[in-house]
């Protein structure tokens, strides 16, 4: 066999290989992505043996109909946290490769490190860390509690030694933190390289299948919030979670953004404590706390996060504007989606809000972009503009269109009842939805076509 070496081109957002240096990626196309490595190349001889190979492997090969696949739900494994279970679609699938992403110093570590806590009493699992020390990982457990003797401990970043490791213990989940420090010998490139990330990967997803073992791998993020490393990385791995929020507020939201076992709109809410994340069971609870009393441009709003209603305190400060230009902002929502509704509420109701300044923000730092918030921003505008506050029993929800139509929007019942067993008297929803939730009881329902009907209630 002949070897030799060549440079490549490797697109860092999709992986797409070319053999020269260009600006844009012909694949995604995104801008000045490509990154030179040097990969090992060789000329194989003997290709009668390898095609008798093939040929074997071929008859080895097992197909089976579709039919006769059990699918058992039963099979999961439960992590001992609720809100990353419902993340998950009900728990670890076995044989899982789950790709962990978000900001440094967020919460990912800290996350699984509980999970190991919590599953190591009736499991076996191995915590790979190529970023920390034995001494370090210790220090960081002494927080949480006792742990079992189950959870075994290994510092390392050579993939070779890794495999061999996982293939003599055969734990039933593996932690590796993080992906972006694993490196394989057969690989020339530096760690954390497209070809190193993308070949660990590969070797951790045959593990996974090959011996059903869960694997969950931490991935650094960019400074846009995607998980650095090629595209192809979310492509390889079967679920792919991101741990969302400000480093320097409490709370966390676990989201999925691409989940085979189960569903993507599913969000889980954790508090970060001293002793850890602690999971928020009632978030609308949580994220109404320290409302203001009798205030104008405060409205509570109710926005769906798969199965689970949130409620949420929308503000809005609108002020006549100092300059020719008017500043508009936009917190916690899409910037675009409140120039829309500004212009809706301009020509529909007649509102003079061109020259006026408009400061919109959802309290807590949580994020939101589901449409039945819409009309929550509409209220909150006119509540701020005429400067006459909105009862704070009262609840709303709907989505706006051009026109000013109230148009209906998904699970009207369930938001209703998350309003009620908060204490809200009154609910404002569009009047198409009204027929859905007449079996709920103890709150007052106001429908309304559009939004003239809604701001004229106050």
């Known amino acids: 066999m002949a070897k030799g070496k060549k440079s490549v081109f490797f697109c860092q957002n999709c992986g797409h290989e070319e ?11 995104e801008w000045n992505t490509f990154v030179e490595e040097r990969i090992d190349t060789g000329i194989t001889k003997g290709t009668t043996a390898s095609a008798r ?3 074997e492997s071929v008859k080895a090969a097992a197909v089976v109909p579709l039919t006769d696949v059990s699918a058992d739900d039963e099979t999961r494994s439960t992590t001992g946290i609720g809100e990353l279970d419902r993340v998950l679609g009900g728990g670890i699938v076995p044989g899982s490769l789950v790709l962990v992403g978000g900001d440094p110093g967020i919460g990912k570590s800290t996350l699984l490190l509980q999970v190991c806590r919590q599953m190591a009493e009736m499991k076996k699992i191995l915590y790979i860390s190529g970023e920390e020390s034995q001494a370090q990982i210790r220090l960081r457990a002494n927080r949480m509690g006792k742990f079992s003797p189950n959870l075994l401990l290994l510092c390392e970043t050579n993939l070779e030694t890794i ?19 694993m490196y394989s010998e057969e690989v020339s490139s530096a760690p954390g390289s497209v070809s190193q990330v993308r070949e660990s990967t590969n070797v951790f997803m045959q593990l996974a299948k090959g011996l059903c073992i869960s694997i969950f791998i931490v991935g650094h993020v960019t400074k846009e919030g995607t998980v650095a490393g090629p595209r ?65 441009g405060s409205v509570v709003a109710c926005s769906m996060e798969g199965t689970r209603p949130i ?39 007649g509102m003079a809000l061109s020259n006026c300044d408009a400061y919109i923000n959802i309290a807590g730092g949580i994020r939101m972009n589901e449409p039945a918030i819409d009309l929550g921003i509409v209220l909150a505008i006119a509540s701020s503009f005429r400067n006459r506050p909105i009862d704070e029993k009262t609840i709303v929800f709907g989505e706006v269109g ?34 859905m939730v007449k079996d709920v009881r103890g709150i007052r329902l106001i429908g309304v076509k559009n939004i003239g009907d809604a701001v004229g209630i106050f």
Not at 19 to 29: D, F, N, V
Request: charged share 25%.
């Open 232 to 296: 192809v990385l979310e492509h390889m791995v079967d679920t792919v979670l991101y741990f969302e929020g400000d480093r320097h507020a409490s709370y966390r939201i676990l989201r999925a953004v691409k989940n085979r076992f189960g569903s993507t709109n599913e969000i889980g809410v954790f508090e970060m404590r001293q002793d850890g994340l602690a999971e928020v069971e009632n978030p609308s609870e949580y994220m109404l706390s320290g409302r203001p009393e009798n205030a104008s």
């Open 402 to 435: 051009l026109s000013g139509e109230v148009r209906a929007v998904s699970m009207p019942e369930q938001r209703v009842a998350e309003a009620k067993k908060l204490g809200f008297e009154t609910c404002i929803l569009p009047e198409v939805s009204l027929k």
């Open 311 to 349: 409620l949420l305190e929308i503000q809005a400060l609108v002020c006549r504007s100092n300059f020719g230009m008017p500043r508009r902002t936009a917190a916690g929502t899409d910037y675009n989606r409140v120039n829309l509704l500004m212009a809706v509420l301009e020509k529909r109701l």
């Open 163 to 181: 495999r061999g490791v996982i293939e003599k213990e055969r734990p039933e989940l593996v932690i590796i933190d993080s992906i972006q420090t």
């Open 53 to 55: 190979a093939v040929r």
């Open 19 to 29: 053999s020269k240096w260009l600006g844009q990626c012909p694949a995604c196309g």
